[in-house]
């Protein structure tokens, strides 16, 4: 798999080969054999993977596009073993059952750039999930040199403009919007990710003032790419998860409070709340039940209120390391 030509990348546990170059992440010099080998802009037909396959219809998307489209379709090819991903705007990715093989095909009017947005995205998160790894739809920073928290919520609660928060007072960031989880001697840790954040343009306002002006991923897309270099520290050490904030609404004022949450209560806001669960079967699932509930056993979980204005940054670094000190004396 890693012949000469061949662009090798590193993503939470996962060794990426590529036959051309992939907008995002950062090229490894890695010993390690990859894991999974993503195919650029062809497709499993084109290679001859796909002569013919019946179709089942595995899951659409809740959420629409502005024309009433659904954002994305997963159709399951059976006698091929291969997923199917359609998005809104032509991109498509097959993926393999068992995530070591991915095809990337987009249309003339998008480019490669936008083809990655979905693969940093959601199809590493289906990666992981097809590895047999739990996700919480979650940011990570590291808390002191040995240990980290993450902060978990839907789309739009504030996980990446947190993250860029607390990197701004020194914190390291593991990940941006899926916390990948893993487990070594019964401690559970989290896999770093890659060296950026995604923020929107309010967001990057409230951290950096409203001359804030951090580049696009691309063109047409408001989402902006935040470096952790030049001053913002990336951690590239899977470190022990020692809590987990559940992000509530944001108030108008006062300081950021911290509420214990145990048991059936922690457990069910995990279950709402990992990433990328459409993809698991039945099976998965259960799987999936099991380790949250050994997550919540391990790890101390907290309902975390913050105020709106973000540029108080100090004041939520104190609260998260205080409580964390709190939680592990």
């Known amino acids: 798999m890693a ?6 990348y590193s993503a939470f546990d996962l060794i990426l080969c590529s036959n051309l170059p992939i907008p995002g992440l950062v090229p490894v010099l890695s010993e390690s054999e990859p894991n999974v080998t993503v195919h650029v802009a062809t497709s499993p037909e084109a290679c001859g993977r796909i002569v013919s396959s019946s179709e089942e219809l595995w899951h659409v998307s809740a959420y629409q596009d502005a024309a009433g489209v659904p954002i994305r379709r997963i159709k399951w090819l059976a006698q091929a073993g291969f997923f199917r991903i359609e998005y809104c705007d032509g991109v498509i990715f097959w993926i393999d059952r068992q995530g070591r093989e991915v095809w990337a095909w987009w249309p003339e009017e998008s480019s490669i750039e936008d083809m990655a947005t979905y693969l940093l995205g959601p199809i590493l998160g289906v990666l992981l999930r097809l590895k047999g790894r739990t996700c919480l739809h979650a940011s990570a920073v590291a808390v002191d040199d040995a240990s980290a928290v993450a902060f978990v919520g839907p789309g739009g609660a504030g996980k990446s403009t947190i993250g860029a928060a607390l990197a701004e007072c020194g914190h390291s960031v593991l990940t941006d919007d899926v916390a990948a989880l893993s487990w070594n001697n019964g401690t559970c840790c989290v896999l770093p990710a890659y060296p950026h954040l995604s923020l929107w343009p309010d967001s990057a306002a409230l951290i950096y003032g409203p001359s804030a002006d951090l580049p696009r991923f691309i063109p047409g897309w408001e989402k902006r790419r935040l470096s952790l270099q030049n001053g913002l520290r990336f951690e590239t050490r899977i470190l022990p998860l020692r809590k987990i904030y559940l992000l509530a609404e944001r108030t108008s004022e006062g300081k950021p409070e911290v509420e214990d949450m145990s048991g059936r209560r922690a457990i069910m806001a995990l279950v709402g709340n990992t990433y990328g669960s459409y993809i698991l079967d039945v099976s998965m699932r259960a799987k999936e039940l099991k380790e949250l509930g050994e997550v919540v056993a391990k790890v101390a ?15 939520l670094s104190e609260t998260i390391r205080e409580d964390v000190a709190r939680s592990t004396r």
């Open 3 to 8: 012949d000469e030509g061949l662009f090798k």
């Open 301 to 315: 979980i907290a309902k975390l209120s913050m105020q709106q204005d973000l540029s108080l940054t100090d004041h």
